[in-house]
DNA sequence: TTAATTGCAAATGGTTTGCAATATT
DNA sequence: AATATTGCAAACCATTTGCAATTAA
């Protein structure tokens, strides 16, 4: 099943309509998969080709793509919140490296958190169902 | 060396006046040491004793505290920032539960964070200086 | 003495909300 | 047709800032 349809059978089964505004704004999504967007940026993008949305609707549609869990809002002390698509695998797990010279952002692989399973395990008094975690630092990049 | 004097040493050698308002809210961080504090939350404590000091004030002692390292900030997404005083030895890692149904923080123990160490051990092509990881789940009083 | 700091009030900026018009089911 | 959703503008609220008065060094 594609993403479209899943945003369109979850929006149903929480009875939220489907509109024209939300699939445009799901859309940005697809597009821009492996970005951070902030409600800004997605208005931004969105205005190119549809001027008439409001920036509230933006925010509102966040919102509910937050609430059924379509997309995941994420905060990375910039001063605004982010979004970003959920997968649809390791839905609850996210962590990032956040680059503390230029601010890039950069996702984990996969195999680079192997070892955070075996905190869960440990963790499981706690009823863990979800972690976020951030590690700050400099990267390659800026290295250089 | 108490924390008052480790204070006072390192606002001297960042050329930071050590004034009445900065020794009165670091005092709050001292007696309210295992919490997580907000701006609005400091500034309702101190008015009690010092009415005459202004939230603004508040704010920008925490940001130079922060700075200086002394204290920490942290957002656990409920709308404020909030700091936390920095521990000397273990400084720059931070990892908490946060409960999902009574928004409790509870900072988690060293020894549950052994592991912690493996991974910053894997990371090291990124440069890490510092981790912040939040697990979300549901505490023990809430699974009652 | 002099530059940093404070308190106050006003400004800022991200986010939310009220409401009449509009679109979805 | 009935109800949710939208766009707009105004409201909100945490945080920041300008400035004249005060204080630490």
Redesign the interface.
């Known amino acids: 099943m594609n993403l479209m349809e899943r945003l369109k059978e979850v929006l149903k089964q929480k009875d939220y309509k489907l509109t024209t505004q939300r699939k445009i704004i799901f859309d940005v999504f697809s597009e821009h998969g492996e970005k951070h967007l902030s409600p800004e940026e997605i208005y931004e993008i969105v205005k190119t080709s549809h001027p008439e949305i409001g920036l509230a609707t933006v925010y509102r549609t966040l919102q509910i793509f937050d609430e059924i869990g379509m997309i995941k ?1 994420m ?1 990375f ?1 910039d001063g605004c919140s982010r979004y970003e698509l959920t997968d649809e695998n390791e839905s609850e797990h996210h962590s990032h ?1 956040i680059c ?1 010279q230029c601010s890039k952002v ?1 996702e ?1 692989e996969d195999e ?2 192997e ?2 399973n ?2 869960l395990e ?2 499981k ?16 990049d800026c ?1 250089k």
Chains 1, 2 share one sequence.
Do not use: H, R, W
Request: hydrophobic share 35%.
């Open positions: 809002k905060n002390n490296l503390t950069i984990l680079e958190l070892s955070i075996e905190i440990k963790e008094k706690y009823n863990i169902k979800e972690y976020n975690i951030k590690f700050f630092g400099v990267c390659k290295t």
